[in-house]
């Protein structure tokens, strides 16, 4: 058996494999709300044999969205249709997960396909208004964009208080696994990086005060979250910044994540200006197995690879070496969601036919068995 084919234990959860569906915006809610699409869009991953799947980024607050079309968790109406995301999920053999976020800064955007920016008369044309951001320090990401408000003290406590209600809808909702989304810029990351955070109060300055708060509200969440339930934290595991957030920053938040008692550590990087996607780090294949490795080495901590992993002996690799416990796809899944199942397949190459496709689900299956069993026995196609 490959090691993407084997299960993984986390608290009192199994993952049926190692296989992630990362959490990827899709900018495609209204008002928070889920609909039919995301049901659709993320049901494809669990038919295509993903072992976890994350709904994407969900914002705690409304003010935390990155655009108008970010799904939410910040009143009870939105539990219903997330719910019957995670049972359609569940029902299909994949553990339902999802992230939790507030965007800060780079909150009150543009949709990617209307320009990916501050918005702007075109924007407010289609009835989509700006509003007011928020950020550890008074910092715009760049010029011309929204200049947030440095938080205060009872902004910090509601937001505090808004992140554990988001959770404990989520649990409401049926999900089992909980991402706290402190990545690519957003406001928990800026609360991390010295590049955007300026504060002389405790939650500023040294490292120490840097981390405080993205620590307790791991704290909270890890409160909130049933003890038998795994939670996850995603990182900028690098700024790739001068003078920003370092692997070493990581490693020592890692620890503390890991003594308040987060599972796992979803290693990304970049994104503490302008777009999360910007290359501030050189873009090549698997190129941040790297961070995930030194955070689960130096940490000793469960580590979650992401980022350009395309093929499923690269993928197998990542595990084998040590870089990471589970490998997350993202946008090789959405052009080709039975990735997952794929990968698996040509795991076992060297396996009978019938074997080949037991990981499938059974209604699909059964039919690439005979197909399988027919195409060996008929040997290569020779055109």
């Known amino acids: 058996m490959s090691r993407l084919q084997q299960a993984l234990t986390l608290r009192g959860l199994t993952l049926p494999n190692r296989i992630v569906i990362a959490p990827m915006c899709t900018y ?20 295509g044999g993903a072992g976890l799947v994350f709904v994407e980024a969900t ?41 939790i976020a507030h965007a800060g800064r780079k909150a009150s955007m543009q949709r990617p396909w209307h320009g990916n920016g501050p918005m702007d008369a075109s924007d407010q044309a289609r009835g989509e208004q700006a509003w007011q951001v928020i950020a550890p320090t008074a910092m715009a990401v760049e010029p011309g964009w929204l200049m947030p408000r440095e938080m205060s003290l009872d902004d910090i406590a509601k937001l505090k208080h808004d992140f554990r209600s988001a959770a404990e809808r989520a649990l409401r909702a049926g999900f089992e696994v909980l991402e706290m989304h402190n990545a690519h810029g957003y406001l928990l990351h800026s609360f991390l990086s010295p590049i ?18 993205p620590l307790e509200v791991a704290a909270l969440l890890r409160q909130a979250w049933p003890q038998h339930l795994p939670l996850f934290v995603r990182i900028s ?28 550590i979803d290693c990304s990087s970049g994104g503490i200006t302008t777009s ?6 050189p873009r090549e294949y698997g190129f941040q197995l790297p961070y995930a490795k030194a955070v ?26 040590g870089s990471a ?6 946008r090789q899944a959405l052009e080709d969601p039975n990735w997952p199942a794929k990968a698996l397949t ?24 005979r197909r399988a069993k027919l195409i060996d026995r008929l040997g290569a196609w020779r055109g």
């Open 346 to 369: 040509t795991l076992a190459a060297d396996t009978p036919a019938l074997e080949r496709y037991t990981h499938w689900l059974s209604p699909y299956g059964w039919w690439l068995a």
């Open 237 to 264: 595991s690098v700024d790739a910044v001068e003078n920003g957030w370092s692997i070493d920053d990581s490693v020592a938040y890692a620890s503390e994540l890991k003594a308040l008692g987060v599972d796992v």
């Open 325 to 330: 416990d589970l490998v997350a796809i993202a």
């Open 276 to 281: 999360p996607t910007a290359a501030a780090v």
């Open 28 to 47: 495609s809610a209204t008002d928070g709300v889920a609909s039919d699409f995301h049901l659709v869009h993320l049901g494809r991953y669990a038919l």
């Open 296 to 321: 689960r080495q130096g940490a000793g901590i469960a580590t979650m690879a992401v980022g350009l992993i395309v093929d499923p002996h690269q993928a197998e690799r990542a595990l084998e070496d």
């Open 59 to 99: 914002a705690v607050q409304p003010e935390g969205r990155i655009t108008h079309g970010d799904l939410g968790l910040w009143h009870d109406g939105q539990i219903e249709p997330l719910a019957r995301i995670a049972r359609f999920l569940k029902g299909h053999g994949a553990t339902p997960a999802i992230q």
């Open 196 to 213: 955007t955070n300026q504060r002389t109060d405790a939650y500023g300055g040294s490292l120490a005060g840097r981390m405080r708060l």
